[in-house]
C-alpha cells in the first residue's frame, strides 16, 4: 500500500458554543459523548476538557503537583501571590491522579486587576517547574479545566464533567504530540488568561517561538509540548499586544505576503512574523475577550490535519471527524474549513468568520438528509469496535451474502479493508451513516455504498469496484486509485485524486457531484476525475476547485466544468511575488535582454512540471467514454436527464500533462 500523504488523525479534538438566542447552555454530557465517538483504543494517553462561562465564576488557577511536594507547592503559590499583591489565597485538593495532586487555588481578595497577574502566575511556574515538580495548567475568572491520562469517560468520571453545564467547551482525546504524557500536565486543553486550546498536529515552528516569547516577553518556562506555545502565543497577541482576536488569528496562520492584499494586513504579518505557526495542525481554542466568548478554529495553510465546522438551531460544533458532531446532532449542517482558514463564531456576535466564502457554505454544504434503514437483517453498528465490525462483514460475505446493510455507523475505520482482493465480488455493502477514516482501501471488487457523508482517506489504493457517496468525502479521497469508480454527489476535500494511475486496460474514474479544494489530481498519472459543480450550475462566479490544480502531474485528464483561473493550476508564480521581482530587475537597472532571460528561469524551471490547459467542449471520443460514466453517476443520486444534457454540452477546463 502507498503510503498515505497525510495519515487519519493523530488527536480527536471537539469543541461547541451555544448560539446567541438559544438560552440552553452545553451540558458535559453532551461533550463526553462526542468524545467518547472519536476515541482510538490503543492510540492515546491523554483526555481532557475546558469549559467557558460568560458570566465569572470568580478568579482560580489550577495546579498539578507530586504529592510529596504538596506543601511546598502551596507555601508557593501564596508567598508569590503575596508579593504580586494578591491575597488571600484559598487552596484546596481537588482530585488525585496517580502521583499527581490536582490543586485549585481560588483568588479571594477583588485586587486582580493591577496588571501583574500573568506575571505572579509565571513566577509560580518557573519556581514548580524548576524541579519538575508541579504546574499551574490553567487560570482565570471564565474558564475550567478537567484533564488527565486516560480515556475520555475516565477523566469525565473522576471530575464528574457530566454534572458541569457551561456557555463554551473544547476537549482533547488522544496523544498529546511531542510529549512523554504520562502526567497529567502534558494533556490537553493548554490554558492561561481565560483562553485554552487543544491541537491536533505537530508544530516545527515551536523553538522559534519559545525563543521568541523569552525574548519578547519574559516567558521561560513550558512543559515541552508544541500545543501548549500557541495558548502563550495567543495571549500575548492578545493581552501584551492588543490585537484583535482576527487579526490575532490571521497571524498564527501566517498566510504567506505574496497572498495578502491590503498594507495593513501585509504590515501587521511582516510585523509577527516570529509568531507565524509552522507545521500540520488544526487548531481550536476557547477564549473570553472583552466581554465576550469565542470558538475558534484554524487550520494550516496545506491543511494537512482534518477539521469540519458544524451547526445546527442551538449550537455551533467544531470537531476533528464528523462523527462527533453527528454523535450529539445527526442532522447538523457541516462543512470544512478550507487550507489555511479559520472559523469565529461568538456568543454576541454570532459567525465573525465561516472558515470558507459564505457563498461556498450557502451553496455546497447545505443541510442535507439521507434514506435510513429500518431492516432487521442489517448489522448495529452501535458498540461495535471497527474489528468487530468488519469480522461481522467478513462473516456474512463468506456466508454467501450479496447485500450486507451496516446502521448506526459513527466514524468506524478501517471498513472492509479485511475483505480478500480474491474470492469476494459482487457484494454492496450499504452504509448508514458516518464512516471514519480509510473507507474501503485496497477494495478489489466490492461496492460500498455510504448513505451519509464519508470521512478521510476513501479508496486509498483501490483497484476494482465501486464506491458511491450520497454527501459528502472529505480529504484525501482515492489516494492512488487505480481502478473501478469512486462516484462522490456532495464535495470532497483537500488533495483529492493524487498519485491516481491506470494500468493497461484498468482505468479509474473519480467523479465528484460538487466541488473540491487545493491539490487535486497532485503527482496524479493516470485515471479519470470529474468536477461536476451540479448544485452551483446557476451561479458561474463560484470556483469549484482550489489552487495547485494538477501539482507534478505526469498522466490522466482532470475535467473541471466551466473555465478554471490559470492561476489555480499547478505551480504557480502569484502576481505579488512577480511584481516584486520585476521591481528589483528595475531597480537594478538590468537590460531587457537580462529580464527577460531571468524571467525565463523562473517560469520555466525544470524543477516545476507544467500542466497542459484548454477550455473546449468534450469531442466525439470523450463523449463516447465519459456519457456512460456521467449516465451511472446520475443514476445513483437521481440526477435529471435536463441536467445529464447540460453536463455532456457544458465547456470543461481540461488539464492534462504537457
Not at 435 to 442: E, H, I, K, Q
Not at 470 to 488: C, K, M, P, S, T
Not at 629 to 642: D, K, L, Q
Amino acid at each position: 500500500m502507498v503510503l498515505p500523504i497525510k495519515y487519519p488523525a493523530d488527536c480527536g479534538i471537539f469543541g461547541v458554543i451555544r448560539r446567541g438566542n438559544n438560552s440552553d447552555k452545553v451540558g458535559g454530557d453532551l461533550v463526553v459523548k462526542a468524545l467518547e465517538t472519536i476515541k482510538f483504543r490503543g492510540a492515546g494517553l491523554g483526555s481532557g476538557f475546558a469549559l467557558f462561562n460568560h458570566e465569572s465564576m470568580g478568579f482560580k488557577m489550577g495546579i498539578f503537583v507530586k504529592e510529596e511536594f504538596m506543601k511546598n507547592a502551596v507555601d508557593i503559590v501564596e508567598s508569590l501571590m503575596r508579593d504580586y499583591g494578591f491575597g488571600p489565597i484559598d487552596v484546596r485538593v481537588r482530585n488525585k491522579l496517580g502521583p499527581m495532586a490536582d490543586l485549585e487555588a481560588r483568588v479571594l481578595g477583588n485586587n486582580r486587576s493591577n496588571g501583574k497577574i500573568a506575571d505572579a502566575i509565571n513566577a509560580i511556574n518557573d519556581l514548580l517547574w524548576e524541579g519538575r515538580v508541579g504546574r499551574v495548567y490553567y487560570w482565570g475568572e471564565h474558564v475550567n479545566v478537567f484533564k488527565g491520562v486516560g480515556y475520555p469517560s475516565d477523566i469525565a468520571s473522576v471530575y464528574s464533567v457530566d454534572r458541569y453545564s457551561a456557555d463554551l467547551w473544547i476537549a482533547h482525546t488522544r496523544f498529546p504530540t511531542n510529549s512523554p504524557g504520562y502526567l497529567p500536565y502534558w494533556s490537553h486543553p493548554f490554558s492561561v488568561n481565560d483562553i485554552a486550546v487543544v491541537h491536533n498536529g505537530e508544530l516545527s515552528s515551536y523553538g522559534n517561538h519559545i525563543n521568541a516569547l523569552y525574548y519578547n516577553y519574559g516567558l521561560g518556562s513550558f512543559v515541552g509540548t508544541d500545543s501548549e506555545v500557541v495558548a502563550y502565543l495567543m495571549n500575548y497577541l492578545l493581552h501584551v499586544q492588543g490585537l484583535g482576536i482576527e487579526d490575532a488569528v490571521r497571524v498564527l496562520i501566517g498566510e504567506s505576503p505574496k497572498h495578502v492584499h491590503g498594507h495593513g494586513a501585509l504590515s501587521l504579518i511582516r510585523r509577527f512574523r516570529w509568531a507565524m505557526l509552522d507545521g500540520p495542525f488544526a487548531i481550536l481554542m476557547g477564549i473570553y475577550h472583552n466581554d465576550d466568548l469565542y470558538l475558534i478554529a484554524l487550520a494550516d495553510r496545506f491543511k494537512l490535519r482534518p477539521i469540519v465546522i458544524g451547526m445546527d438551531d442551538n449550537y455551533y460544533y467544531v470537531a476533528s471527524e464528523e462523527a462527533a458532531i453527528r454523535a450529539v446532532s445527526p442532522n447538523a449542517r457541516v462543512w470544512t474549513l478550507e487550507p489555511g482558514g479559520y472559523f469565529i463564531t461568538s456568543l454576541k456576535r454570532g459567525v465573525i468568520s465561516w472558515g470558507r466564502a459564505r457563498e461556498e457554505v450557502d451553496v455546497f454544504f447545505p443541510a442535507r438528509s439521507f434514506p435510513t434503514y429500518v431492516g432487521k437483517d442489517a448489522i448495529d453498528a452501535e458498540g461495535l469496535s471497527y474489528k468487530e465490525l468488519n469480522e461481522e462483514i467478513l462473516r456474512r460475505a463468506l456466508g454467501g451474502a450479496r447485500v450486507i446493510r451496516v446502521v448506526n455507523v459513527r466514524g468506524h475505520r478501517f471498513i472492509g479493508v479485511n475483505l480478500p482482493r480474491h474470492g469476494i465480488r459482487d457484494i454492496k455493502v450499504e452504509i448508514y451513516g458516518t464512516p471514519g477514516n480509510s473507507l474501503a482501501n485496497l477494495n478489489n471488487g466490492v461496492e460500498f455504498v455510504v448513505y451519509g457523508n464519508a470521512q478521510d482517506d476513501v479508496a486509498d489504493t483501490m483497484h476494482d469496484g465501486r464506491v458511491i457517496v450520497h454527501g459528502d468525502a472529505r480529504d484525501v479521497l482515492g489516494q492512488a486509485l487505480q481502478g473501478g469508480e469512486v462516484f462522490i454527489r456532495g464535495n470532497a476535500g483537500n488533495r483529492v485524486g493524487i498519485q491516481m494511475r491506470e494500468y493497461r486496460d484498468r482505468r479509474p474514474y473519480l467523479i465528484i457531484g460538487g466541488r473540491v479544494d487545493d491539490y487535486l489530481g497532485e503527482y496524479m498519472a493516470g485515471g479519470v476525475v470529474m468536477v461536476l459543480g451540479i448544485d452551483s450550475i446557476n451561479r458561474c462566479s463560484i470556483p469549484l476547485v482550489g489552487k495547485h490544480v494538477g501539482s507534478g502531474m505526469v498522466g490522466g485528464r482532470i475535467y473541471i466544468r466551466g473555465k478554471v483561473p490559470e492561476q489555480r493550476i499547478g505551480l504557480t508564480i502569484p502576481y505579488p511575488e512577480l511584481k516584486e521581482f520585476l521591481d528589483a530587475i528595475k531597480d537594478e537597472g538590468l537590460g531587457q535582454d537580462e529580464a527577460n532571460r531571468l524571467l525565463g528561469v523562473i517560469t520555466h524551471s525544470e524543477h516545476v512540471r507544467r500542466n497542459r490547459v484548454e477550455y473546449r467542449d468534450l469531442n466525439e471520443d470523450e463523449v463516447r467514454e465519459l456519457e456512460p460514466i456521467i449516465r451511472r453517476f446520475a443514476r445513483e443520486f437521481n440526477v435529471s436527464e435536463s441536467i445529464i444534457d447540460y453536463l455532456l454540452s457544458s465547456r470543461y477546463t481540461v488539464v492534462t500533462a504537457e
